[in-house]
């Protein structure tokens, strides 16, 4: 399967804990993105990656969330002292970007998120 | 920030065609429009792209006008699977990767 990956799939922790999720995209993309979903709600942008370099990051994203892609390949995603409001699912997404042409994200299957 | 409207649900028959518009006023000249399908608890799947005119692949057609302010994704002789929640994936910020999901559009296929 060459497809984005995302591992946990699921994980449950309770409220204070730290939480870290990988995403694996597809080998030649050279971006990667993070989402977050709440049921009923589109994807929320968190944060862009091309190569190595974060290049953007959402109001969204507080001081308790970080992200990381340190060769340019797999990234991680750490949440400190998780909240429940943090409850949901966080999808990666990676693309390849081209000089033509529009820039399309493949997603994984995404990872849930379970404060209690 | 840019935003995208879609209507929040339609209903159709399996054998129908089924058509949904997305509104982007704020579309770039170098954007592309894009519309995912989602399952519930997956990931949102590419469907189709284009940047104006009309693209068709094997699973759909997308029509967009001269204007390019907004996009019709038709979707031929539906069947019970394609039921699911639709997202017209919105303008970015020029030189930006941020990328505008709306609520999308929830479309409910009745046999």
Redesign the interface.
């Known amino acids: 399967d060459t497809g ?1 990956s995302q591992d946990p799939r699921h994980k449950i922790t309770k409220r204070g804990q730290n939480v870290t999720f990988r995403c694996d995209p597809i080998s030649e993309h050279n ?1 990667l ?1 993070w ?1 977050r979903q709440t049921l ?6 968190l944060t ?1 990656f ?1 190569n190595e370099a974060q ?2 990051k ?1 109001r969204l994203l507080s001081d308790r969330f970080s992200a990381e892609r340190p060769k340019g390949s797999f990234s991680t995603l750490e949440i400190q002292r998780t909240e429940q409001g943090d409850s949901a ?1 966080y ?1 990666c ?1 990676s693309s390849q970007l081209a000089g033509v ?10 990872t ?1 998120l379970t404060v209690l | 920030l840019a935003k995208t409207t879609q209507p929040i649900s339609m209903d159709s028959y399996e054998g129908q065609e089924v058509n949904i518009t997305c509104s982007h006023n704020n579309i770039a000249t170098n954007d592309y429009i894009t519309w995912y399908q989602q399952f519930p608890s997956q990931g949102p799947r590419f469907i189709i792209q284009g940047y104006k005119t009309k693209v068709t692949n094997e699973v759909a057609s997308l029509f967009i006008p001269a204007d390019r302010k907004s996009s019709t994704l038709s979707l031929p002789r539906v069947s019970l699977s394609d039921t699911a929640v639709y997202y017209c994936l919105g303008p970015r910020y020029t030189n930006a990767g941020k990328s505008t999901f709306g609520d999308g559009t929830t479309l409910t296929v009745k046999p």
């Open positions: 984005v971006r993105y989402y009923g709600q589109g994807p929320e942008f862009y091309q290049l953007e959402s699912m999808l997404a042409g529009g820039d399309t994200q493949y997603f994984g299957p995404g849930r």
